[in-house]
């Protein structure tokens, strides 16, 4: 079983629509959450970065962390086409140089 | 892309040729990663550095080697290319403190004929 589970899709949803991608995880170690966008042919570039349980907002985005559950999620609010990419979790523990990351979700947004 | 540029951006190898990879900086970060990217796999990580001649192994490091004679620059080497190294090879950094985000290069696409 791999540290980190993440559904590969692919989704598709019309424009518009709520997103939820979401990340299971095994290592209780783990504190530093983060998710990435990676557009075709593109290096990953990060979204959003959370320390610990709870939500953090920007913009559209919202992360939420379950340390309970060992749950992320990350929703996207009235998508647009250009949320059209692939969606990678990644996750570490306090000090521990390394990201252990989830296989990555393609997310489509039909116009 | 947070000042971070890879060389080649793509090339064609054949088996058993040895090859380098270069990772560019212009961040002044400490750390240094190479990534290797294959469907159904994610990233793995190869080698990482966490200063100027201090290199360690990933997950998925046979086959290659790296060296780091400056901050701003990270070598990946495969020694003897074999048809397995096929894949999108990226290089990351992250600012000085741990657990910072990884920002990544846009990517070398290396074929191994």
């Known amino acids: 079983q791999k540290e980190v589970e993440q559904d590969p899709g692919p989704l598709s949803v019309p424009e518009g629509a709520i997103v939820s991608l979401n990340c299971t995880y095994s290592?209780?170690?783990?504190?530093?959450f983060m998710w990435y966008r990676q557009y075709s042919r593109k290096g990953p570039e990060l979204l959003m970065y959370?320390?610990?349980?709870g939500n953090k907002e920007d913009g559209r985005f919202t992360a939420q962390v379950d340390k309970s559950s060992k749950y992320i999620s990350l929703f996207i609010r009235d998508s647009q086409p250009s949320d059209s990419a692939t969606y990678l979790c990644?996750?570490?523990?306090?000090?521990?140089?390394?990201?252990?990351f989830g296989t990555g979700t393609r997310l489509t947004i039909i116009p | 892309d947070a000042g971070i540029t890879q060389s080649p951006r793509h090339k064609v190898t054949e088996t058993g040729t040895p090859v380098t990879l270069r990772c560019h900086q212009t961040?002044?970060?400490?750390?240094m990663y190479w990534y290797r990217q294959d469907p159904g796999h994610g990233l793995r990580l190869i080698h990482y550095?966490?200063?100027?001649?201090?290199?360690d192994k990933g997950e998925v490091s046979d086959g290659y080697s790296v060296s780091r004679s400056k901050t701003e620059d990270f070598l990946l080497t495969l020694e003897s290319a074999t048809s397995s190294q096929t894949s999108v090879y990226f290089c990351?950094?992250?600012?000085?403190?741990?657990?910072?985000?990884?920002?990544f290069g846009n990517g070398t696409r290396l074929t191994v004929t």
């Open positions: 961040e002044n970060h400490r750390y």
């Open positions: 990644a996750m570490t523990g306090f000090g521990n140089e390394k990201l252990t």
């Open positions: 550095s966490y200063g100027v001649k201090d290199t």
């Open positions: 990351a950094i992250s600012a000085n403190e741990r657990n910072s985000p990884l920002h």
């Open positions: 959370t320390y610990s349980s």
């Open positions: 290592n209780s170690a783990f504190q530093y």
